[in-house]
């Protein structure tokens, strides 16, 4: 079978799905080249992502909140406490969500979830999504007027665009000759999800310690999901301990702050590493998600990227089909490139400087982050601006980050929206 489409999304993680869905609202057709959701034998991913208001949007504009809201928790506080052992211990704060004018920072989403709301929405009539399951894409060929996609099974497609959502290790990227920068941390995540006694009263809970973050994320009822990190041995042997030994290192860590530690849920290790793509499209790809970035679990940011990613390059295409220009020509990718650059690097720095700051143990690095912390509580308007810095990065949004972004969207792709402008 060899069929032609405006573009082919590769890769069925919550970034690819949600890209394919962006596309189809843009005006694109689309079809969603990727692996069965659940393939047998796979283990479940058992992570949760917490979402900050343009992802929701995002999600609600492509029609998957609804679907997705019942499974997810709202967050609407977050403490740090340091726990570092320090001599100079920074006060405990909490940011709430209310003092910055919002109902909530955000939601905290099972990745399981996620990725059923999103196909749930491919599936209805109107997405412009084709949904094509294979165990791979196994060639990517970009070409002068089309890119050329095989896969597994022999299947073959011809697009304008390739929207690259294969993950870190991407065929995509590799095809589109776009390299990479990579780094690695010593340290390692250990992602789970407990129930509790005492109410989390939805707040997140960042406990900051030499390794790096405990991290406890608010789920329905009294569960929370946890975010370890620590060094990767030492995040291997917490991983293999019987549940009631797990169960007691929780506890102890937690200082009883959600009482008395229940059921804990499958437990998975990820090692921590760091990449970003020199840009973000060439030779007809685009890259989105993790394809494009890699960065560690701290401070929630990796999805809201991926997410900016498929709602950026909606944007972008839909103004190349109301200009009658090529979706995946060069003008088309290096907007799309230009707009992405700033966002990501911006968030891999501070990720970074604020990880390297957690484990350092060097004094100086203590009080500097007692200090900082200190600063950020007891200065209003700087506060205020970090918070909704960290939320939301103040430069221009794409259309579907926005409330009513799939209409915004509508109008930008018309003909008509770009002669008046
Ligand atoms: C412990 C932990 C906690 C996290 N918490 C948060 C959080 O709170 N908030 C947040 O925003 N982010 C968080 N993240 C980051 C977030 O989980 C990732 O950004 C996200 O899962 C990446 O999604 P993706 O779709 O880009 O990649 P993936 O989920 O890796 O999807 C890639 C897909 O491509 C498919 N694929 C690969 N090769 C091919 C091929 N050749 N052909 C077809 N398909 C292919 C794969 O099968 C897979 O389905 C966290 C990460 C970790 C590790």
Known sequence: MRRRVTAAVVGGGPAGIATALSLGRAGADVVLAAPPHRTEGQAPDNRTAALFAGSIELLKNVGAWETIAPQSAPITGIRIIDDTGALLRAP??????SEVGLDVFGWNVPNGALVSGLLAAAAQPGSRVALHATQGVATVTPGA??????TREGDEFDAALVAGADGRNSLCRTAAGIETRTWRYEQAAIATSFHHTRPHRSISTEFHRPAGPFTTVPL???????VWV???DEAQRLAALSEADFRAILEERLQGLLGTVGEIGPRAVFPL??????????NRVAL?????HVIPPIGAQGLNLG?????TLADCVADALAQGRDPGGAATLDAYSARRKPDVSSRITTIDVLNRSLISDLVPVHLARGLGIVALKALGPLRRFAIREGLQPSRELP???LPDGARLLAQRASPSHHSAA
Do not use: H, M, N, Q
């Not at 997410?307 to 709602?311: G, L, S």
């Open 92 to 97: 405990e704060v909490v940011f709430t969500a």
């Open 145 to 150: 007027e089309t890119i050329s996609l095989t």
């Open 220 to 226: 329905p009822g009294l569960r929370s999901s946890l």
């Open 230 to 232: 620590e060094r990767p």
């Open 273 to 282: 590493s760091g990449l970003t793509a020199k840009r973000f499209g060439l």
């Open 288 to 292: 989105v998600g993790e394809a494009g």
């Open 307 to 311: 997410f900016r990613d498929a709602a």
């Open 399 to 401: 259309a579907l980050l």
